[in-house]
């Protein structure tokens, strides 16, 4: 409960920060393309810039952090807030790997009433051009107590790999809601 209470203070405390430095409406708009952040980026600037500073995350939008730590941070709050779109989003090609429709993703999800989510300590491993990070989830909904693994993906940084290629996205999970 406390942990629930101080995710939303935070996220209440982060919109209010962000919301301030928008210079349009304060609704979420639509995530943009890889291509769109390409033209909008300074030529003088390298052309492989932090995913981070490319694209942030908030409402409906995977996080682009560069540690994995604050992407399973940013997957826990998406899951305790039961946004499911936004929680897809996690997934990579913006939800499609997630093998599931938008409907049927939510209807599975949607089963969590009032989930807490820990988030172990995870491990970081290399393998064949991208970066693999494992961590324990213990996800606690009422009664209920369901733990597994998620992984979690990105390509190494590498010249020429698009923003969504170097983001980390949901490879795997045991979890089954």
Request: proline share 8%.
């Amino acid at each position: 409960m406390l942990r629930s209470c101080l995710v939303a203070a935070l996220t209440s405390a982060l919109v209010f920060h962000l919301g301030g430095c928008q210079k349009g409406p304060a609704s979420p708009s639509p995530e943009p393309l890889a291509s769109e952040m390409a033209a909008a980026m300074p030529a003088s600037q390298p052309s492989q810039a932090a995913p981070s500073e490319m694209a942030p995350s908030g409402p409906g939008k995977p996080s682009f952090a560069r540690d994995p730590d604050d992407v399973m941070d940013a997957l826990a709050a998406t899951i305790e807030a039961r946004d499911w779109k936004a929680l897809r989003a996690f997934w990579g090609d913006k939800g499609e790997r997630s093998g599931m429709s938008e409907d049927v993703f939510a209807a599975r999800w949607s089963t969590l009433m009032a989930p807490v989510v820990t988030v172990g300590t995870g491990t970081q491993e290399g393998a064949a051009g991208s970066l693999y990070y494992t961590a324990p989830v213990t996800i606690v909904d009422g009664n209920r107590t369901l733990r597994g693994e998620m992984v979690i993906r990105r390509v190494n940084d590498v010249d020429g790999a698009s923003p969504e290629q170097l983001r980390w996205h949901v490879e795997s999970t045991t979890i089954a809601p």
